[in-house]
């Protein structure tokens, strides 16, 4: 526990906090979740009211980003879509942690052909073109974004099966390991109790760029009409009239495309201050 | 380094056929039944027709008979035909789909290679300037930036505020009628737009890649060897620090030769350009069972052989690791 939160406290987050950019990310994604939680009180108007008066109308004060081809008022829109893509990047890289986890865990410290067969199917795994998978598999299901979250954490977690298998096969030597191997632990309880926690760190690192990766995929889906259905907003449904709007309606395209950009980049920013502040050969 | 080799040739049967497994398991634990596609268009066709229908693809027997069938047909090449109306073999579609998405992706891996190379020496050389700050924004921007989003906007910009360059398609109506050159100008208006998207989506992460390579090879003591013994600083980077910096590249090439193939499914819907990503966006549409295990197959093979090309090029170019 002190050694532990210790080094969070003394190493790890005073270097996170230099790091200027890696900040700018954290406040963004601070940010997007009070968005997220707060979008009806935020929100303008209600993002699924049809207007018929005021079909696609150019930005103005009182729709700050447009209107969409319903008459929808779309910068309601975008921070209700917010909410999708949040939660379709934690929910999906929670599964894909989770699975990844578990699989580099018992690979790891079992070894053996346990390990053999898992790494394999890892590497099978890894093969394929991740988004037409993804896309096959989607399509084949009803439209919805549980199904959205499942498919794209099952199909996102070889990484982190590798990642954690090469720091377990480290730990495993380690002293401490043998010592509580010595006192009578359980290999469950070394597992969870000792190996684990020494192992998330470079996890800690994978998730946040995996939950970038995760909305990327959850726009593109939903631009191609099979992720998020309308009429709930999501940031891809809303590109999707913009494609069909473009000749009439820029900011169709414009702003959710932004809300997009400026998510994946504050994740990915704060990724890489992560894995920055976690690596010793890194001086800032 | 032979046995390595035929060690790792002997991997890519299971491994195969796990991608086989895997592909085969996917599709047919998904619900509706292709069948249902073709009876939902015509009403008309009665249960008897139905049955028959189902029959005729093989689709009434145990799905691990099923598998077995596809499998042996596998080992001839033969994907099978597709539930389409057409019903056409599958690698005949593939084929005809083949050529568009293959010379589009080599152009734009060409142009990415071309552009990433010098973009990552720059940044690497004059570490920590301007220049590499600039670099690096452009890079971050590089991956956050959805590549479909990048389309709608050249689209836009391009197409319909200067009415410069087509938006959809590979040709014009009635191309037919140009001249020689006229017809390969069309041809290069219409895949400008495609091309710079596809680029533009890889080149951040291969200029991230060359750069961090040039930073590793820049420390070494030979860099400093040449320096000490009065090389000018251009022969250093261009031809010492650079060619052991290209090294990793080989395997970036690697990876990037089953995307050759593949193509990309929202970029070819977007421009509505007839290749791969396009036939397998379709096929999963309608359900086309065998177009879509066929592509998918194909994609995940090609990944498999292309790791080895690429392990074995690098292999092949450094003889640090050869003779491990």
């Given at each position: 526990m002190s050694l532990r939160t210790s080094y969070l406290a003394t190493v790890f987050w005073p270097r996170l906090r230099r790091n200027r950019l890696a900040m700018a990310g954290a406040w963004v994604v601070l940010v997007l979740f009070v968005i997220s939680l707060a979008a009806p009180l935020i929100a303008?108007?209600?993002?699924?009211d049809i207007n018929a008066w005021q079909v696609?109308?150019?930005?103005?004060?009182?729709h700050w980003f447009g209107t969409d081809e319903l008459g929808r008022d779309v910068f309601s829109r975008v921070l209700f879509g917010a909410r999708i893509s949040l939660k379709v990047g934690l929910v999906a890289i929670g599964i894909a942690v989770v699975l990844g986890s578990a699989v580099g865990l018992a690979a790891g410290y079992y070894g053996g052909w346990l390990d053999t067969l898992l790494m394999r199917s890892v590497d099978i795994m890894l093969c394929f073109p991740a988004f037409f998978l993804i896309l096959a598999i989607i399509t084949f299901l009803e439209p919805s974004i549980w199904y959205i979250m499942a498919v794209i954490g099952l199909t996102g977690w070889m990484g982190v099966a590798r990642l954690v298998r090469a720091e377990v096969l480290a730990i495993r030597e380690m002293d401490y390991i043998l010592a509580a191997r010595c006192i009578g632990c359980s290999d469950l309880r070394i597992i969870l109790r000792h190996i684990l926690p020494n192992a998330l760190s470079p996890v800690l690192v994978a998730a946040t760029l995996g939950v970038a990766g995760a909305i990327l995929t959850e726009s593109a889906l939903s631009f191609l009409g099979i992720g998020v259905q309308p009429p709930t907003p999501s940031w891809g449904n809303i590109l999707t009239s913009g494609k069909d709007y473009i000749e009439f309606a820029w900011w169709l395209s414009l702003f959710p495309g932004l809300a997009i950009l400026i998510t994946v980049l504050a994740y990915n920013l704060l990724g890489e201050g992560i894995r920055d502040a976690l690596d010793p050969r890194t001086t800032r | 380094m032979t046995v390595w080799l035929l060690k790792r040739i002997a991997m890519l049967l299971p491994l195969m056929l796990g991608i086989t497994l895997i592909t085969f398991t996917v599709i047919h634990l998904a619900p509706g039944e292709p069948v249902d596609m073709q009876m939902a268009m015509n009403p008309k066709v009665g249960k008897e027709a139905r049955e028959r229908l189902t029959k005729f693809y093989g689709l009434d027997q145990p799905l691990h008979v099923q598998y077995v069938t596809w499998l042996k047909k596998l080992s001839r090449l033969d994907l099978g035909r597709?539930?389409?109306?057409?019903?056409?073999p599958v690698l005949d579609k593939i084929k005809e789909r083949l050529p568009v998405t293959l010379s589009l992706n080599i152009i734009a891996l060409v142009l990415e290679f071309g552009l990433a190379i010098p973009i990552g020496i720059m940044a690497a050389v004059y570490r920590n300037s301007w220049l590499d700050k600039g670099i690096t924004v452009f890079v971050f921007l590089g991956f956050a930036v959805p590549t479909f989003w990048l389309a709608l906007l050249l689209m836009y910009f391009?197409?319909?505020?200067?009415?410069?360059?087509?938006?959809?398609?590979?040709?014009?109506?009635?191309?037919?009628?140009?001249?020689w050159p006229g017809r390969f100008w069309d041809l290069a208006k219409h895949l400008l737009l495609p091309v710079a998207v596809a680029s533009f989506g890889s080149l951040a992460g291969v200029s991230r890649y060359m750069r961090s390579a040039m930073l590793g090879v820049i420390e070494q003591d030979y860099i400093t060897t040449a320096r000490a013994k009065g090389l000018s600083e251009r022969v250093v980077i261009w031809k010492h620090a650079l060619r052991n910096a290209l090294l990793p590249l080989i395997t970036l090439v690697g990876f990037s030769l089953p995307g050759l193939i593949g193509g990309s499914v929202i970029f070819e819907t977007i421009f509505a350009i007839p290749g791969m990503g396009q036939l397998f966006y379709q096929g999963v549409m309608s359900r086309d069972y065998p177009v879509v295990m066929g592509i998918l197959v194909i994609g995940a093979g090609l990944t498999l052989i292309g790791n080895l090309i690429a392990d074995l090029g690098y292999a092949l170019a450094d003889p640090r690791i050869r003779h491990q």
């Amino acid at each position: 526990m002190s050694l532990r939160t210790s080094y969070l406290a003394t190493v790890f987050w005073p270097r996170l906090r230099r790091n200027r950019l890696a900040m700018a990310g954290a406040w963004v994604v601070l940010v997007l979740f009070v968005i997220s939680l707060a979008a009806p009180l935020i929100a303008p108007y209600n993002p699924t009211d049809i207007n018929a008066w005021q079909v696609l109308s150019p930005p103005s004060w009182s729709h700050w980003f447009g209107t969409d081809e319903l008459g929808r008022d779309v910068f309601s829109r975008v921070l209700f879509g917010a909410r999708i893509s949040l939660k379709v990047g934690l929910v999906a890289i929670g599964i894909a942690v989770v699975l990844g986890s578990a699989v580099g865990l018992a690979a790891g410290y079992y070894g053996g052909w346990l390990d053999t067969l898992l790494m394999r199917s890892v590497d099978i795994m890894l093969c394929f073109p991740a988004f037409f998978l993804i896309l096959a598999i989607i399509t084949f299901l009803e439209p919805s974004i549980w199904y959205i979250m499942a498919v794209i954490g099952l199909t996102g977690w070889m990484g982190v099966a590798r990642l954690v298998r090469a720091e377990v096969l480290a730990i495993r030597e380690m002293d401490y390991i043998l010592a509580a191997r010595c006192i009578g632990c359980s290999d469950l309880r070394i597992i969870l109790r000792h190996i684990l926690p020494n192992a998330l760190s470079p996890v800690l690192v994978a998730a946040t760029l995996g939950v970038a990766g995760a909305i990327l995929t959850e726009s593109a889906l939903s631009f191609l009409g099979i992720g998020v259905q309308p009429p709930t907003p999501s940031w891809g449904n809303i590109l999707t009239s913009g494609k069909d709007y473009i000749e009439f309606a820029w900011w169709l395209s414009l702003f959710p495309g932004l809300a997009i950009l400026i998510t994946v980049l504050a994740y990915n920013l704060l990724g890489e201050g992560i894995r920055d502040a976690l690596d010793p050969r890194t001086t800032r | 380094m032979t046995v390595w080799l035929l060690k790792r040739i002997a991997m890519l049967l299971p491994l195969m056929l796990g991608i086989t497994l895997i592909t085969f398991t996917v599709i047919h634990l998904a619900p509706g039944e292709p069948v249902d596609m073709q009876m939902a268009m015509n009403p008309k066709v009665g249960k008897e027709a139905r049955e028959r229908l189902t029959k005729f693809y093989g689709l009434d027997q145990p799905l691990h008979v099923q598998y077995v069938t596809w499998l042996k047909k596998l080992s001839r090449l033969d994907l099978g035909r597709s539930f389409s109306s057409d019903n056409r073999p599958v690698l005949d579609k593939i084929k005809e789909r083949l050529p568009v998405t293959l010379s589009l992706n080599i152009i734009a891996l060409v142009l990415e290679f071309g552009l990433a190379i010098p973009i990552g020496i720059m940044a690497a050389v004059y570490r920590n300037s301007w220049l590499d700050k600039g670099i690096t924004v452009f890079v971050f921007l590089g991956f956050a930036v959805p590549t479909f989003w990048l389309a709608l906007l050249l689209m836009y910009f391009f197409g319909v505020t200067l009415n410069w360059l087509p938006i959809s398609g590979l040709h014009t109506l009635g191309y037919e009628a140009y001249s020689w050159p006229g017809r390969f100008w069309d041809l290069a208006k219409h895949l400008l737009l495609p091309v710079a998207v596809a680029s533009f989506g890889s080149l951040a992460g291969v200029s991230r890649y060359m750069r961090s390579a040039m930073l590793g090879v820049i420390e070494q003591d030979y860099i400093t060897t040449a320096r000490a013994k009065g090389l000018s600083e251009r022969v250093v980077i261009w031809k010492h620090a650079l060619r052991n910096a290209l090294l990793p590249l080989i395997t970036l090439v690697g990876f990037s030769l089953p995307g050759l193939i593949g193509g990309s499914v929202i970029f070819e819907t977007i421009f509505a350009i007839p290749g791969m990503g396009q036939l397998f966006y379709q096929g999963v549409m309608s359900r086309d069972y065998p177009v879509v295990m066929g592509i998918l197959v194909i994609g995940a093979g090609l990944t498999l052989i292309g790791n080895l090309i690429a392990d074995l090029g690098y292999a092949l170019a450094d003889p640090r690791i050869r003779h491990q």
